[in-house]
């Protein structure tokens, strides 16, 4: 009897045991407050680039004003790389940061590594459905192989090839055969073209492109994710990746490159001076050529799709909450970023103010989409963004992403430069990726 009792008494202290636990975990999710419309909130929010400019447009708007009127935002603003080097940093520290941080899809695949970044598609939050009507392949790009949503995507950028009519024509040809170039090989024939001595000095004045490597990661959907096969195996297959290296050494051999650095001031000014005919980028060059690299040649630049058709998407922005945000903030966070990633205003506003596309599918219908844009000559570029956007193939990205992605481009560099064969470049870089992942 006595050890029946003692038996009965330990089941009876178990049982209390875990219903406390069970009563402490029900607890602890009810203690995470639901919005309150009636309460004032601040939230912060860490962006780069000119994605305040867009957002602080977003939150003057009597949309936004109706459904939020007692929050307010404050901005912690700095360029590309800095802003992704202090997020990076504060976050492997575990320390704060801001409510609501933007992030490139490039360094998605680094905080899935890392971790640090609340998951959006578990309770409270309810990623996605919320996101069912954003594009396929974005959300594949926020979705770990695990199946965390560690971001919601709110612009996408859409690769398409960027043209200067007056330097088509000079080199005789149309904007018919800009439209309908059928291959890369194609295309770099057309390059030739476009590639000249213009005052005969024997200095090439005026190239196809910038540099052989702005074509690098159009046939890999932009190196965001894809670098694994289904079974793990990495740069498979390999007909694609040894293709898309190809690609870079061809147009490099063919002399139609100027082999310029980006973003340096001889590469932003040859989008004005003549020097450069093409581009390959995303939508939002867009912006960057209408605004500020290249306004006074408004009708001059064209968009047409990549040769062949290839469907990639060149950049995007995420929004995200850092895991070690108070749980009283994050409720209002992701109010906000739910409001600017699936609300048409939202989107609309943002597209008008920085030309960053839309991830929202609904809003490709609006009409705002079939007008033509007067800087590309009226033509009708959005319904190109949108097609090239849906159909775009999703991946998803992996915890070696980063490293990979650092490896392939060392190896293109060492193929461009010629240290290496195509082959031995393809398979070394191989050899890398293995002994990082095994």
Not at 144 to 156: E, R, S
Not at 222 to 235: C, R, S, T, V, Y
Not at 273 to 296: I, R
Not at 354 to 382: C, H, W
Request: hydrophobic content about 40%; charged content about 20%.
């Amino acid at each position: 009897m006595k050890k029946l009792y003692c038996l009965i008494m330990a089941m009876v202290i178990v049982s209390t045991v875990v219903f406390a636990s069970g009563s402490d975990e029900k607890s602890s999710q009810k203690s995470i407050a639901a919005f309150d419309s009636n309460a004032s909130y601040t939230v912060s929010m860490g962006c780069y680039g000119d994605l305040e400019k867009a957002y602080t447009e977003v939150f003057a708007s009597e949309d936004f004003k109706s459904k939020f009127p007692n929050v307010t935002i404050k901005f912690q603003t700095s360029d590309f790389n800095g802003h992704h080097s202090r997020l990076t940093t504060v976050i492997a520290a575990k320390e704060a940061t801001n409510d609501i941080e933007a992030l490139e899809v490039g360094y998605i695949a680094q905080f899935v590594a890392g971790g640090g970044l609340t998951d959006l598609g578990v309770a409270p939050y309810d990623g996605f459905t919320v996101g069912k009507d954003l594009v396929g392949f974005a959300m594949s790009n926020a979705t770990t192989a695990k199946g965390k949503l560690i971001a919601l995507p709110v612009d996408i950028a859409p690769a398409v090839l960027f043209y200067r009519k007056s330097l088509i024509e000079a080199a005789g040809l149309t904007v018919n055969d800009m439209e309908n170039i059928g291959s890369w090989e194609e295309y770099i024939e057309i390059g030739k073209k476009l590639t000249k001595d213009l005052d005969g000095d024997g200095t090439i004045d005026q190239y196809a492109i910038t540099h052989a490597n702005d074509v690098a990661m159009v046939p890999l959907n932009g190196g965001k994710g894809g670098w694994l096969d289904a079974k793990g195996n990495p740069l498979e297959p390999r007909d694609k990746f040894f293709n898309a290296l190809e690609l870079v050494k061809r147009i490099r051999d063919a002399g139609i490159d100027g082999d310029m650095g980006a973003w340096t001031g001889p590469w932003v000014e040859s989008f004005s001076n003549g020097e450069t005919a093409t581009m390959v980028n995303g939508a939002w060059f867009g912006g960057a050529l209408k605004t500020w690299m290249a306004p006074d040649l408004s009708g001059d630049w064209r968009v047409a799709y990549l040769p062949g058709k290839t469907m990639a998407a060149l950049g995007g922005t995420y929004l995200a909450i850092p895991e070690y945000v108070k749980e009283e903030n994050k409720v209002v966070a992701w109010e906000i970023i739910k409001y600017l990633s699936t609300s048409p205003v939202a989107q609309l506003i943002t597209f008008n103010t920085i030309d960053a596309y839309p991830a929202l599918t609904t809003v490709y219908s609006d009409p705002i989409m079939n007008e033509g844009v007067d800087y590309f000559g009226g033509q009708k570029v959005r319904k190109i963004y949108a097609d090239v956007a849906e159909n775009i193939p999703s991946n998803i990205v992996s915890e070696y992403d980063a490293v990979i992605l650092s490896i392939w481009n060392a190896t293109v560099t060492s193929v461009l430069t010629e240290e290496m064969t195509l082959e031995e470049g393809f398979e070394k870089a191989k050899s890398q990726v293995l002994a990082t992942i095994l």
